[in-house]
C-alpha cells in the first residue's frame, strides 16, 4: 500500500520560513517524480514545485520561485520543500505528490497557516 505522510506544516509570521517533509512508502521512490501542491479555500489545487526521479531537475511555480526550494532524499524516501519568505498568500494545504506516467498518489495534505 502506497503512503505519503507531510508533515512540517504550522502557524508562521510573515516573512518566516517552514520545512515541508513527505516520506513516501510501498513505492520505488526512485522512479517517481515528486510534486508539492497546495490548496487554498476557495481556490484551486495549483503546482508548487516538482522534482525529478533523480533529482536533478526542478521547476516551480512563478508565485514561489526564489522563495521555495524542493530537494528530495533518495536514502530516505523522503521529499522536501523548504519555504523562506512566507505571506499570508501562501496560507494552504500543501499535498505532497508522486507520479510516473499516468500513476499518481497523494498524502493527505499538511496546512500552513501564515498569519500575524
Known amino acids: 500500500q502506497v503512503q505519503l505522510v507531510e508533515s512540517g506544516g504550522g502557524l508562521v509570521q510573515p516573512g518566516g520560513s517552514l520545512r515541508l517533509s513527505c516520506a513516501a512508502s510501498?513505492?520505488?521512490?526512485?522512479?517517481?517524480?515528486m510534486r508539492w501542491y497546495r490548496q487554498a479555500p476557495g481556490k484551486e489545487r495549483e503546482l508548487v514545485a516538482g522534482i525529478s526521479s533523480t533529482g536533478y531537475s526542478s521547476n516551480y511555480g512563478a508565485s514561489v520561485r526564489g522563495r521555495f526550494t524542493i530537494s528530495r532524499d533518495n536514502a530516505k524516501n523522503t521529499v522536501y520543500l523548504q519555504m523562506n519568505d512566507l505571506n499570508p498568500e501562501d496560507t494552504a494545504v500543501y499535498y505532497c505528490?508522486?507520479?510516473?506516467?499516468?500513476?499518481?498518489?497523494w498524502g493527505q495534505g499538511t496546512q500552513v497557516t501564515v498569519s500575524s
Open positions: 510501498g513505492l520505488t521512490f526512485t522512479r517517481y517524480a
Open positions: 505528490n508522486a507520479v510516473r506516467d499516468d500513476v499518481n498518489y
